[in-house]
């Protein structure tokens, strides 16, 4: 299936041919669907923490004087979030009536309404927007701000009284307000970005960096990775043979986000916050946030520890009363069920892994992934972050209990990914390779399919320790949409 000409590519690009055969296997087979247990809930594997308890992890975290990086996924252009606007465009370029188009869009209608709360609308106005089309035009086009082609992490989302900040200006002020380290008043940050736009973010921290260092009072170091080209997946044709361009070369797909578990391997830190880059607030509405951060990385450390106690038992000289103990923390705080006979070999794996603390939010109809707890194959459970592709839509039991599902997953992850002994883990050894996605598009007009590699907090993390907290909706505000910066948590 594959010629002396495509592995000669591969070789070239560092992708390795077995891992390409194991894709093409995959196309095939298709993945399973995980076998789930019941909805994770606050009776049995969200903790639900009393004001006590915030306080006593918020209190935690704040006494921590360890290394910690805030690791924010950047990748891509903003396409998606002007969908409805590129819409209207085409629409009105074809010679639509204007009211037309806003009848039968009433987001874009909204937006036309609204133009002026924009934190964009000052630097839009300095184009010829005498009409609809010459506004999207000069929005969305490379003849004027170019929106619709550049990162969300570059474009300005927040209006203040005299000045104006993008999601990467409110990342900097985030880790200012609780990623910093109290040694060195450093705030570390990690931003993946495409290729095509790591200048472009290198020029915004060069032009703001002197802004937050001197309001802050504080050092920042700020690192740039992009996605590595060795993660991506071959695309094949929808009879699963390789799709070849028009030289006859191979295809290959970004991973999807799930790719990013090299970047996040290659990070040397204590605690590592992962938020997604549109999830941020003004400044004014940050106080929530703020005080989350520091609870959930309070349990994380507070689990951290526990955890350390017991693989240092277990190693030297653990009696029966402590493995009762230890099988007990599995079932009560971890909500992993083991097998009768499980030994010290197994409970030592199961403790030895990386860890995560999860906040969830109250489901509120929004799409996307959700906590669950999972039957695995080595007979025992674990939560994991599910999205519905991994669900059997034709098992009625299973699509009941993805219906019972009470919270939804916000990306808003704090972990630990170092062992007992300061290592750190290699964290694709934890990585569930059957746990990724097919999906179908269109190159050249012609249906293929492509595979993305397991989620970073999907399957990516399948095999780490999870627990999962809830915290306010307050703390979710993503920006799936340009008419979402209208909401009141993006309004001053």
Known sequence: ???????????????????????????ETGFPFLNIKSAANNKCGILKLSADEQNKFEAIYENFDGKKM??????????????????????????????????????????????????????????????NAEILESLLTSQGLNYGNLPKGVLLFHKYANFKRTPFEEHLVEAAKYAQEIKTKT??????????????????????????????KINYKINFSTQKKTTDTIAVTKNNL???????????????????????????????????????????????????????????????????????????????QKINEIIEFFSKKLYIELPKNANKELLLAKLNRPIRVCGMVK?????????????ENDGTTSLQILESLQIDKTNKDAMEIFASSTHFNPVDLVCWIKNAKGEKFNLIDFRDNSTGFISEKSKAGKEIKVLELPG???????????????????TFNPVKTVNDLLRKQHQI
């Open 1 to 27: 299936m594959l010629n002396e000409n495509d592995l000669r590519k591969l070789n070239e690009t560092g992708i390795d041919k077995t891992t390409v055969h194991e894709q093409l296997k995959r196309f």
């Open 70 to 131: 805030k690791f924010v996924p950047a990748s891509g252009a903003a396409s998606r979030m002007f969908k409805s606007l590129f819409e209207a465009k085409e629409m009105l370029e074809s010679g639509t009536n204007a009211d037309i188009v806003n009848a039968k869009n009433p987001t874009v209608k909204y937006f036309f309404e609204n133009l002026t709360k924009f934190a964009f609308y000052d630097e839009l106005a300095k184009y010829k927007i005498s009409s």
């Open 187 to 216: 705030a570390n940050l990690h931003f993946t970005v495409s290729t095509e736009h790591l200048d472009m973010f290198k020029n915004l921290q060069n032009k703001t960096m002197k802004t937050y260092t001197d309001k802050y």
């Open 242 to 320: 390789p799709f070849r361009s028009n030289d006859c070369s191979l295809v290959f797909y970004p991973g999807g986000h799930g790719a990013l578990l090299e970047n996040l391997n290659e990070i040397d830190s204590d605690i590592i916050f992962i938020k997604n880059v549109d999830n941020v607030v003004p400044e004014t509405k940050l106080e929530e946030t703020i005080r989350w951060k520091k609870i959930i990385a309070g349990v994380l450390i507070d689990y951290k520890n526990k955890i350390y106690e017991y693989v240092n038992c277990l190693q030297t000289n653990a009696d029966s």
């Open 363 to 375: 489901n509120e109809g929004e799409p996307g992934g959700g906590p669950f707890l999972i039957n």
């Open 456 to 474: 970073l907090w999907n399957g990516a993390m399948s095999n780490w320790n999870t627990v999962f907290v809830e915290t306010p909706i307050e």
